[in-house]
């Protein structure tokens, strides 16, 4: 009977010891890690990532919650009658839109994600850019086809303020950030794409990971034609690429870019539809999704 029982016991051991290089090499870091809209399929994945955060807290990490909403978004400005369009992958956002928006982020997504991590602990706490100055933007006005394009009420990010975020840190808290800014410019908020928003903290925050979470496998080397993943890529390998990229991967690769570029050691995309994806990535040698590295020093034009 014994004999059985330490049979099942240690390969449990085994797998806890196997994490120890990382919990060592992690631990008291900070990880922003950004939850994509698309990955919030259903109740069962949504529970298991607020599970791998918690579990990130308690093994002595520093997760940051960025979370999306576009396709909740979407539904819900169908349900206004209101159309939804994008340009250059942002969504246009009209003074109305803009309502909608932030009800969705702050007042539903936000909501339910520390509701579920909560279920763990008096641990996370919301908050959107606007509060603490934690993000302030101005109007952006994208260039298409050589032109500047008014899409409405999407900010482009010119200050982060991390007081907020690191007093929540310091007191053992999970915040987590919906991606609406401070206006610099008016008195009004603006729409920030949630992996721009992002990586913009993992740089101020001097994270060492910045993790989107998504619905894909990674970067995907020839998109739509193959699903070879492109598993580890340089600044400026990824900067190179960047041209090519469509839609939703190019405010990710950029924002993965951006980050490696301020100061964090790695940024990942990975699969959000995978269970403890977060766990897998982290802790274990078979990182499962795309990982961007700063550039080599005396890489050229590095
Ligand atoms: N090279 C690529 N590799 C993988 N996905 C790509 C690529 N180019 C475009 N995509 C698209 O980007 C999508 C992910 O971005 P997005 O829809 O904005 O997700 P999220 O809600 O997680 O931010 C994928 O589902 C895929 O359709
Ligand atoms: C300006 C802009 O496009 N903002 C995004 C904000 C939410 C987001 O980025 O959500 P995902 O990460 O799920 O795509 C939007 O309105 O859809």
Redesign the pocket.
């Known amino acids: 009977m014994s004999a059985t029982r330490k049979h099942t016991a240690l390969p449990k051991a085994q797998i806890l010891i196997e994490a120890l290089p990382w919990l060592t090499r992690h631990h008291g870091r900070t990880v922003v890690i950004k939850f994509?809209?698309?990955a919030m399929i259903d109740e069962d994945l949504k529970a298991a990532f607020a599970q791998d955060v918690v579990f990130l807290r308690h093994a002595g990490l520093k997760p940051v919650v960025v979370h999306?909403?576009?396709?909740q978004?979407s539904a819900a400005l169908d349900r206004h009658g209101i159309v939804s369009e994008f340009k250059a992958g942002?969504?246009v956002?009209t003074e109305d839109a803009m309502d909608v928006?932030r009800m969705v982020?702050a007042g539903q997504v936000q909501r339910e994600l520390v509701g579920l991590l909560n279920q763990h602990g008096p641990l996370a706490v919301g908050l959107t850019g606007e509060d603490a100055h934690t993000i302030t933007a101005v109007k952006h006005q994208p260039e298409i086809d050589g032109e500047l394009v008014d899409i409405g009420r999407?900010g482009e990010i010119t200050a982060i303020d991390t007081g907020a975020i690191e007093a929540l840190l310091a007191d053992g808290r999970i915040p987590v950030v919906s991606?609406i800014a401070r206006s610099q410019d008016d008195g009004h908020v603006y729409?920030?794409?949630?992996?721009t928003a992002a990586a913009a903290l993992a740089a101020a925050l001097g994270a060492e990971t910045l993790m989107v979470l998504t619905d894909v496998e990674g970067l995907y080397e020839d998109w739509p034609n193959s699903d070879e993943v492109i598993s580890r890529l340089t600044a400026r390998e990824l900067e190179k690429l960047l041209p090519e990229l469509a839609s939703?991967m190019v405010p990710k690769m950029e924002g993965c870019l951006h980050a490696v570029r301020n100061g964090v050691n790695t940024a990942r995309v990975i699969d959000g539809r995978v269970q403890h994806s977060i766990l897998l990535e982290i802790f274990t040698d078979e990182g499962i999704g795309t990982m961007v590295v700063p550039d080599a020093e005396g890489d050229a034009d590095a």
């Open positions: 994509g809209g698309n999306g909403g576009g396709p978004i942002l969504r956002t928006v982020l999407v991606s729409n920030v794409n949630a992996d939703g």
